[in-house]
């Protein structure tokens, strides 16, 4: 590129020049030809004549200050500078855009013929000419003009008119009440098939809750519905926050580059985040809604009523709110299986990020494109620092902190440090060393070694931390640490001290420190981090069958899971690195599933998890140098050998299971058992299983039905192309539904899989312009391909480093999501490097390389 973008840097941050106290906005509809006039009253908060407005993609069409045509100003770059200024004044801008050449997806677009917009970060101004950052708060009024067709113009707030205009056009007027940031700004215009609701809060007031989707799509509103309304009832009576408008609406699209955008009352979702039938959408599609539509609906308040200062505390609004939809699920399904959700996402894709060269810490220190901060470490790892601060302050103290923090700053934009004083004052505990966590990066290691002394009947336990090589910080991290001890016949041990009982958390809070726990008589086996209280490496010495008798007797469910996780680690690793040519997995593993299979009780959800090797990603953060192929084969051995010597067992089980038809937790749990039990079933006998196969693949559920797709695919069973032809014909009319379908042919292990995903480019259902579309096809290929992502001849590579230059011009957003597997090359062989650098280096010398690929692919290379 011809020029080096600069980076921004949060030590440079200064409060904005001017405040925007009120925004009157007007659009006139048309595909290309949008007239957007924006009037506001400003006012300096510092000496200065000089304004200082962003503008992207914009065509200046008139400015006037206090009603004159205003001259004195020039653009410069992205910005336009007014100079000369009065301290207060009224300004005027009109400007004109086209949202049908919009393939950012950032701004006004359109998308399937209805107008909607994107605006965080920073959207807004490829809107209007705007001080487009999170710090300024402004009280938005918006007028939207358009043609009859165009029957729903929404926007923030409440309607406060509509009406007829002597063109044939219409009109809709709309107040928002509450001072906003720009980022907030929503408008969406179209026809749409409405499902209306209503909800009453805990105070008395009657809310309307409006969900508009594409024609012919009510059917499958219902969920995102009830969704809705169990937020509104789990955050009144967990956090006793109430809903403030009158109206709260959702709008589906197709055309999305993120899952949902939480703008006040007006919140935008990619369909694939509210649309759901038994028929077209799976138990995961439905829990995902669940989740994604809280998350967004807990943003009113943490993100909306109290916001970001500036964008490098974007974690003080994401982390919290999805620390809170994660506990909304677990309040309302299984706690354990959601805690394996969040983890897995952890470990998948988290960890990656922290050893790889975007690594950066939940608040970064400098960034140059803000999208690329959208990250799994400030949103999930972010959720884990909240996480961690309610394990040590628990749920009491902290309830009371979330409540000094909304009273201090109700209606702000603050900060992250904010947060946690809120968190310190209310409870009296000091999280001073705790905040070290907003700035380091890296997972930390904890070793752990135990002592047993039988004389004495001591059990101690000594913690060391490591931290990344190149984090510069150098202070210890204040770790909790939830404990359990078991005896030999499984029964917890209370956690006894010289100085009294401790409670089920330690504080690490030293590089090295210990603890002695008192009148143990025995060897105890340690669950040590329970529940993933931190997220750190673990290294400890654990024997297979300590972790096979937490496996039997720990009181989380989610620590019987992470047992089995660092079984399959321990024994993927070792065939690994002696590079056994026929690995055989423990026998003592084998014989312990099959006796929770031949008991069959408990959460059959939990049971098909505890089968479940651990995905590729997980398993190559075990490796300093990933053996693609080594670490996929063994996988492939062990699956074979669990199913070879269970197949009895599981055939009984999948074979006297009831039909399961209802989303009830029960019939849920059924069905994630029995798509686990015939993937491994296909494996044992491909063509006896061919009729098991093809009727679930006719089934009218879709979660049965794509578990015997994925079971075809992974086995390449004979019938597959039967199966998926079928799949084709009966949905080919669902975009949705066939992302599945796109998805399923990426993951398939087989050297012909470049070709056909060349060949899926020219279906008829497929467009490059919808990230669903290249998500379900390139993304599923680089995420749950391996071996054939990571071909030695490099044809993964270049397929996804071609895709990258296409998406550069066209959405560089999307683009820079999908480059993350080329960003680990280093711990590849020789020869995969060169492959990927390769497409780095030609990626970097494009001429119009976006800031969004530019900071990834720089990075990388450096």
Same mark, same amino acid.
């Given at each position: 590129?011809?020029?080096? %973008? ?59 200050? /206090? ?8 653009? *410069? ?25 919009? !393939? ?38 918006? *007028? ?14 409440? +309607? ?40 009453? !809060? ?15 799509? @009510? ?20 956090? /006793? ?38 028929? !077209? ?6 829990? /995902? ?5 809280? =998350? ?20 003080? +609004? ?18 354990? @299986? ?10 998948? =894709? ?39 601060? =309610? ?154 069958? #300590? ?25 993927? *690793?070792?065939?690994? @690195?002696? *590079? ?107 063509? +006896?299983? !061919? ?25 390449? =069973? ?10 084709? #014909? ?37 467009? +490059?312009? /919808? ?75 494009? %001429?119009?390389? #976006? ?12």
């Amino acid at each position: 590129m011809s020029t080096k %973008p600069k980076a921004k840097l949060l030590k440079d941050y200064q409060s904005p020049t001017h405040s925007i106290e009120t925004l009157d906005l007007t659009f006139e509809l048309s595909p290309n030809n949008t007239l957007v006039t924006a009037k506001s009253r400003v006012v300096a908060n510092r000496t200065t004549d000089t304004l200082y407005l962003d503008g992207v993609d914009l065509e200046l069409v008139a400015i006037t200050v /206090n009603d004159q045509n205003w001259t004195d100003y020039h653009i *410069k770059g992205d910005q336009l500078v007014l100079k000369a200024l009065p301290e207060q004044f009224t300004l005027q801008v009109v400007t004109r855009i086209s949202p049908q050449t919009n !393939t950012s997806l950032e701004g006004l677009y359109l998308s399937d013929g209805a107008y909607c917009t994107q605006c965080e970060a920073e959207g807004f101004r490829k809107i209007t000419y705007f001080m487009d950052r999170p710090d300024v708060l402004t009280s938005y009024r918006v *007028k939207i003009i358009a043609d009859q067709q165009y029957k729903y113009l929404l926007s923030n707030g409440n +309607k406060v008119d509509e009406g007829q205009l002597d063109d044939g056009r219409h009109f809709a007027i709309w107040h928002d009440p509450h001072k906003k940031p720009s980022y907030l700004f929503a408008l969406v215009a179209g026809d749409f098939d409405v499902l209306r609701d209503k909800y009453e !809060t805990q105070s008395g007031k009657q809310v309307d809750l409006e969900l508009f989707v594409d024609k012919g799509n @009510l059917y499958k509103a219902p969920h995102a519905m009830e969704s809705l309304k169990k937020a509104m009832q789990w955050d009144e009576e967990r956090f /006793n926050l109430e809903y403030d408008l009158d109206i709260y609406m959702i709008v589906a699209v197709d055309f999305f580059n993120m899952g949902a955008m939480e703008n006040k009352g007006l919140n935008i979702f990619n369909s694939s985040c509210v649309l759901a039938s038994q028929d !077209t959408a799976t138990d995961r599609d439905f829990h /995902n809604i669940e989740s994604i539509v809280g =998350h967004e609906y807990f943003h009113n308040w943490t993100g909306n009523r109290v916001t970001c200062r500036d964008w490098f505390q974007l974690s003080l +609004k994401e982390g919290l709110t999805v620390f809170r939809d994660q506990e909304f699920s677990s309040d309302l399904g299984s706690r354990g @299986l959601n805690r394996i959700d969040a983890v897995m996402m952890m470990r998948t =894709h988290q960890f990656a990020e922290d050893e790889g060269p975007m690594a950066h810490p939940i608040r970064p220190q400098q960034v140059i494109e803000m999208n690329n901060f959208y990250t799994v470490t400030v949103y999930n790892k972010g959720a884990e620092v909240i996480r961690m601060m =309610h394990t040590i302050l628990g749920e009491a103290n902290f309830q009371k902190g979330m409540a000094l923090y909304f009273e201090r700053h109700d209606g702000q934009a603050v900060t992250c440090d904010d947060f946690v004083s809120a968190m310190a004052d209310a409870s009296g505990i000091d999280l001073s060393q705790f905040k070290l966590w907003y700035e380091q990066f890296g997972t930390p290691k904890v070793t752990v070694l135990t002592y047993f002394d039988k004389q004495n009947q001591t059990f101690t336990i000594e913690t060391t931390q490591h931290h990344a090589s190149n984090d510069p910080i150098s202070k210890p991290l204040h770790i909790p640490l939830k404990l359990e001890l078991l005896d030999e016949a499984g029964n917890s041990l209370p956690l006894q001290t010289a100085d009294g009982v401790v409670e089920r958390v330690l504080d690490i809070t030293e590089s090295k420190q210990s603890v002695t726990f008192t009148n143990i008589t025995s060897e105890p086996v340690p669950v040590l981090f329970e529940d993933f209280s931190a997220p750190i490496k673990l290294e400890y010495d654990y024997s297979i069958n #300590s972790l096979l008798h937490i496996l039997k007797y720990a009181r989380s469910d989610y620590a019987r899971w992470e047992a089995m996780q660092q079984v399959f680690m321990s024994e993927v *690793k070792k065939a690994v @690195l002696q *590079k056994e040519l026929q690995p055989v997995l423990a026998p003592a593993v084998i014989e312990s599933f099959r006796l929770l299979l031949k008991e069959l009780k408990g959460d059959l959800a939990l049971l098909a998890e505890l089968i479940t090797l651990p995905s590729f990603e997980t398993l190559a953060s075990q490796f300093d140098c990933v053996d693609v192929d080594r670490i996929v084969n063994t996988v492939q051995v062990y699956e074979q050998q669990i199913a070879e010597s269970l197949k009895e067992e599981l055939y009984a089980a999948y074979t006297t299971l009831p039909e399961a038809l209802s989303l009830e937790p029960e019939d849920v749990a059924i069905r994630a058992f029995k798509s686990r039990a015939i993937y491994y079933l296909v494996m044992t006998a491909p063509e +006896k299983m !061919t009729n098991a196969l093809r009727q679930a693949a006719a089934s009218d559920n879709m979660t049965t039905k794509l578990g015997a797709l994925k079971a075809a695919v992974a086995n390449q =069973h004979s019938a597959l192309d039967e199966l998926m032809a079928n799949f084709e #014909s009966q949905w080919q009319h669902d975009p949705l539904v066939m992302d599945k379908w796109f998805a399923l042919w990426g993951s398939l292990n087989s050297d012909l899989v470049i070709n056909k995903v060349h060949q899926l480019y020219t279906h008829s259902a497929f467009d +490059k312009n /919808n990230p669903n579309r290249v998500r379900s096809l390139v993304g599923s290929f680089t995420r749950l391909n391996p071996q054939q992502f990571h071909r030695e001849d490099g044809a993964g590579y270049e397929l996804l480093g071609s895709l990258l230059i296409e998406l550069n011009g066209t959405n560089p957003q999307l683009a820079s999501r999908l480059i993350t597997p080329f960003m680990s090359w280093k711990r590849y062989s020789q020869n995969r490097q060169k492959l990927m650098t390769a497409q780095l280096q030609k990626l970097f010398a494009l %001429p119009n390389l #976006s800031d969004d690929l530019f900071e990834k692919v720089e990075k990388a290379l450096r």
